[in-house]
């Protein structure tokens, strides 16, 4: 006899690990990436913190435990780096990295907002500041900046496209989904 079979396909539905990053956000794989990889463990309370801004303590962080959390030969010298803060390591790899050299005057400024600027040029240090041929397409990146040529690698390999209108945004804030969203993409 003749026996008919159906089968039914439902699509497993995606949840986000944490409550204020929708599945549908355009960081959300970006955000599930760096926590899968223990990049990140958001802002606690099951919160990532897409919209705050990223913090150069927490971007060195980031950059630190992509790379594998490496033990730094030793501590930095920064008096603003206390050497139990959670990020005393990565600052100190990043200092020994050549990604960091602080903000002047024997400091790092782990608290102060990280720009989009400072965001690409730490990654594209960490990147080993591959060579770039011609600037960027951004018309507020001055050529002759300190960030340009990072502007330029990150543009050149899909880490941003800038924020519209021809523009990089280069002193705007770096948000927490903006940073780990160029992390995933420059880690690819």
Same mark, same amino acid.
């Given at each position: 006899?003749?026996?008919?079979?159906?089968?039914?396909?439902?699509?497993?539905?995606?949840?986000?690990?944490?409550?204020?990053?929708?599945?549908?956000?355009?960081?959300?794989?970006?955000?599930?990436?760096?926590?899968?990889?223990?990049?990140?463990?958001?802002?606690?309370?099951?919160?990532?913190?897409?919209?705050?801004?990223?913090?150069?303590?927490?971007?060195?962080?980031?950059?630190?435990?992509?790379?594998?959390?490496?033990?730094?030969?030793?501590?930095? =010298?920064?008096?603003?780096? =206390?050497?139990? =803060?959670?990020?005393?390591?990565?600052?100190?790899?990043?200092?020994?990295?050549?990604?960091?050299?602080?903000?002047?005057?024997?400091?790092? =400024?782990?608290?102060?907002?990280?720009?989009?600027?400072?965001?690409?040029?730490?990654?594209?240090?960490?990147?080993?500041?591959?060579?770039?041929?011609?600037?960027?397409?951004?018309?507020?990146?001055?050529?002759?900046?300190?960030?340009?040529?990072?502007?330029?690698?990150?543009?050149?390999?899909?880490?941003?496209?800038?924020?519209?209108?021809?523009?990089?945004?280069?002193?705007?804030?770096?948000?927490?989904?903006?940073?780990?969203?160029?992390?995933?993409?420059?880690?690819?």
């Amino acid at each position: 006899s003749k026996v008919e079979i159906k089968a039914t396909f439902v699509k497993e539905v995606e949840t986000s690990p944490f409550s204020d990053v929708s599945t549908s956000a355009y960081y959300y794989e970006a955000v599930k990436w760096a926590q899968e990889k223990d990049i990140t463990g958001g802002i606690g309370n099951g919160l990532f913190g897409p919209n705050q801004p990223c913090t150069r303590a927490q971007i060195v962080t980031f950059l630190w435990r992509a790379a594998g959390s490496p033990e730094p030969k030793s501590m930095s =010298s920064f008096s603003d780096v =206390s050497a139990d =803060s959670y990020y005393a390591k990565a600052v100190a790899w990043a200092v020994e990295n050549g990604i960091t050299t602080g903000t002047g005057d024997g400091k790092f =400024s782990p608290d102060a907002t990280c720009t989009r600027e400072q965001a690409v040029a730490f990654l594209y240090r960490a990147s080993g500041s591959p060579a770039v041929s011609g600037g960027s397409a951004f018309s507020d990146v001055a050529a002759n900046a300190y960030y340009a040529d990072a502007v330029a690698w990150a543009e050149k390999n899909g880490v941003t496209g800038g924020i519209g209108g021809g523009l990089f945004g280069s002193d705007n804030t770096c948000t927490r989904a903006q940073i780990v969203t160029f992390l995933h993409r420059a880690m690819k």
